[in-house]
């Protein structure tokens, strides 16, 4: 998808680690985040180290919230006390190009151009840097340079601006990011310098996520391996680097097979893409030449229905994550276009000018699947583009995807998969209709519902969808699966509207699973009310008022050794399988562990996450509720979310369920609250506790534990009771429940 840009001066200003004047590094600022990559810690530490040291380096720039600290002065500091013996070189690097005049786009093309000259002619690269001084280094590089990107990327390559002039100012850097290839590679260097400026600038760029985009390049090659991929809005790269990945992989399947007596492997697939932002095109058309070593690499700077770069070209496969909702997409300037085979799209209908566009660029029999606004199925402006597409066999299918699958993450897009008249194409079109959000969501019976890219059960919606396209493809037609997938006559869905949103053509499942399912919740919850039953507690008398405890505070508790207090943060994952993260969500629900720990930024090590025990008393700190949750053995292992303080008690001196049930007192809550104007926080460490010997201490929380039993199961009974009635609705509805 195109990623907007700025200009350099807001490129600088958006990232959240360096910023600074000096190529070299010597003038550069460094900001919290940045020293905490620096030292491989979290920026809390950092937080901790200013409060704790009083030699830490003063600020030097930035603001009161994000004060700026001289790397210099920094850098000295921490290798005294320790924690750093040098800055890393992808660190070191990365610093000239956030400082960097130009800006850290520009600095980042002239590094990605040094890289894959080192890359491609190493030795050329080794003699340079060891016999030149800056003044020649500069002078001799544009022209090696230039020679290297137009072999490995075309005469048009886009990368310019490489001139002696731009270079005289990156001499430091040009040896740098040199240096950084012979000890690192090139391609994994310029795929973290350009995955630190991406994730710095998330404002500017949307990006296709790798699982959509897998799945777009899977969905592509199901007929066969593309020898030519175009993607007209290639944005970043990432739709050609996943078709790239997936010919590798078939390759190496290929190769496993001639072993064994199969066919030889195939060519890698030549690589075409097209940004309308020069600097974003430079970028890519680096990264792709130096992912894809022998793959024809030829991407363009240009406006593309505007100014088409690839007018002759006939691929094998389009991969497409349009611009959505583009107003000024050329439609007075284009009337009379002839990549308008199927209509002239309205001016609200920018993606089905992009679909045409697509297929236009396509051979006869070539697929492409772009990633669509689930709009672009039922508005009306666009239903005769969209009834033509069906008339001539040209959308083969709309796959619905679940919502968080890729931005916008509130809304669940579609993947159109379309294949250009002229191959194979059906005498009597259909149209295959899937929806994979029901597939999607991890949930178990009588569990609050899934849902969100955190919770994306994303090899389940991958299967989904193949398993539909490639059974569709090769038959013609499908089995019927209510809910998830349906083959359509193309007439059948030619009313005045044309909807083709999978939804409203796919009849409903069976109701809660069937009736049998329904019959299971009723006896689960007949059980779960007659346990609520027995649990309820009794109705006691008042006692007496008696002389007020003596009180404690957890503060005080945590300063005494008797707990131990640690806040929950985001954590990173640094292992596939990481453990669930416990969400404040989660903690006031009742709930299973539900969200995932997030990747680490690029080129940044994981952080420790906080890991809860049996035992431990979590306690949200947001929202102004009485909660605490003592830790079962289910819950333990798993991650401490954010907005979530832990208190470990020492159970020699403390009773958790005696811990956790004062904590939840109202009054306490109340005392220990502070109020903005849109939020409640709870400062735990005020929370008050009575001092009470530990006998008392467990006999109390004998009866909090049972209070916490009886509203588990309240909790339960009205989850069951709220799927068993919406079942019996459902069921009665479509006529799988008599009513009798």
């Not at 937080?47 to 002065?73: C, I, M, Q, Y």
């Not at 566009?357 to 239903?383: C, D, E, K, Q, Y």
Request: glycine share 10%; charged share 20%.
């Amino acid at each position: 998808m195109p990623e907007k840009a700025t200009d350099d001066s807001a490129d600088r200003g958006a990232t959240d680690t360096l910023a600074g004047s000096g190529a070299d590094g010597r003038s550069t600022e460094v900001t919290a985040a940045g020293i905490a990559r620096l030292a491989g810690v979290g920026r809390a530490a950092v937080s901790n180290w200013r409060r704790r040291h009083a030699d830490f380096p003063k600020p030097v720039g930035g603001t009161e919230t994000s004060p700026a600290f001289a790397l210099h002065d920094v850098e000295q500091w921490l290798r005294d006390q320790g924690k750093i013996a040098e800055v890393p070189a992808r660190e070191r690097v990365w610093q000239q190009l956030v400082g960097h005049p130009a800006g850290a786009a520009a600095a980042l093309r002239q590094a990605g151009a040094v890289l894959l000259l080192v890359h491609e002619r190493p030795a050329a690269w080794r003699q340079l840097r060891a016999a030149a001084d800056d003044a020649e280094l500069t002078g001799v590089l544009p022209a090696m340079l230039e020679s290297v990107l137009a072999a490995r990327l075309g005469p048009e390559h886009p990368v310019r601006g490489l001139t002696r002039a731009a270079l005289a100012r990156s001499a430091a850097l040009v040896r740098a990011a040199g240096d950084l290839a012979t000890s690192d590679g090139a391609a994994a260097a310029y795929a973290f310098l350009l995955g630190r400026h991406l994730d710095a600038n998330p404002r500017q760029y949307t990006l296709t996520p790798p699982g959509p985009a897998a799945l777009m390049a899977e969905l592509a090659a199901c007929d066969g391996p593309s020898a030519t991929v175009l993607d007209p809005a290639c944005g970043a790269g990432g739709l050609l680097a996943a078709a790239r990945e997936h010919a590798a992989r078939e390759r190496a399947a290929g190769d496993t097979a001639a072993d064994t007596g199969g066919g030889p492997d195939a060519a890698p697939p030549a690589l075409h893409g097209q940004e309308v932002d020069p600097d974003l095109a430079a970028l890519t058309a680096l990264r792709l030449a130096l992912e894809a070593p022998g793959a024809a690499i030829r991407v363009r700077a240009a406006d593309t229905l505007r100014a088409d770069a690839f007018p002759q070209l006939a691929a094998d496969a389009v991969l497409l994550h349009p611009p959505f909702n583009e107003r000024n997409w050329g439609h007075d300037e284009l009337a009379y276009d002839p990549r308008w085979e199927y209509g002239f799209p309205a001016r609200t209908e920018s993606e089905l000018a992009w679909v045409q566009h697509a297929l236009a660029r396509l051979r006869p029999g070539g697929t492409a699947v772009l990633l669509m606004p689930p709009a672009a199925a039922s508005r009306r402006s666009g239903r005769r583009i969209r009834a033509d597409l069906l008339r001539r066999g040209a959308l083969r299918a709309v796959i619905a995807l679940p919502a968080g699958a890729a931005p916008p993450h509130n809304i669940p897009l579609h993947l159109w998969v379309l294949r250009k008249p002229g191959g194979a194409t059906p005498p009597v079109p259909h149209l295959l209709v899937v929806d994979t959000a029901a597939a999607a969501a991890k949930s178990e019976p009588g569990a609050a519902p899934a849902g969100g890219r955190d919770k994306l059960d994303w090899q389940t919606v991958r299967a989904t969808a193949l398993d539909a396209w490639r059974d569709f493809d090769r038959d013609g037609g499908i089995e019927e699966v209510p809910g998830v997938r349906r083959s359509l006559a193309a007439i059948d869905l030619l009313g005045d509207d044309v909807d083709l949103a999978p939804a409203r053509h796919l009849p409903p499942p069976a109701a809660a699973g069937g009736p049998a399912e329904l019959a299971k919740v009723h006896d689960r919850l007949t059980a779960t009310l007659a346990r609520t039953t027995a649990l309820t507690p009794d109705a006691t008398a008042p006692r007496p008022p008696a002389a007020r405890w003596p009180l404690t505070t957890v503060g005080e508790l945590a300063r005494s050794g008797a707990l131990l207090l640690r806040a929950g943060g985001p954590g990173t994952a640094g292992l596939e399988g990481g453990p669930a993260v416990l969400t404040d969500h989660d903690v006031i629900g009742g709930l299973a562990p539900s969200g995932t720990l997030p990747e680490p930024p690029t080129g940044t090590p994981p952080e420790e996450p906080v890991l809860v025990q049996e035992g431990d008393v979590v306690v949200p700190v947001l929202g102004g509720g009485a909660t605490a949750r003592v830790v079962d053995e289910a819950t333990a292992g798993a991650a401490l979310g954010r907005n979530l303080t832990l208190l470990r008690p020492d159970t020699a001196a403390l009773d958790p369920w005696f811990l956790a049930g004062f904590l939840r007192g109202t009054a306490n809550n109340r005392q220990a609250s502070s109020y903005a104007s849109t939020a409640t926080r709870l400062d735990v460490r005020r929370l008050q506790l009575p001092r009470l010997p530990l006998v008392e201490q467990r006999r109390y929380g004998g009866r909090f534990a049972d209070l916490a039993a009886f509203e588990t199961a309240l909790r339960l009974a009205s989850r069951l009771g709220e799927q068993l009635v919406q079942g019996l609705h459902d069921g009665l509805t479509d006529g799988s429940v008599a009513p009798d």
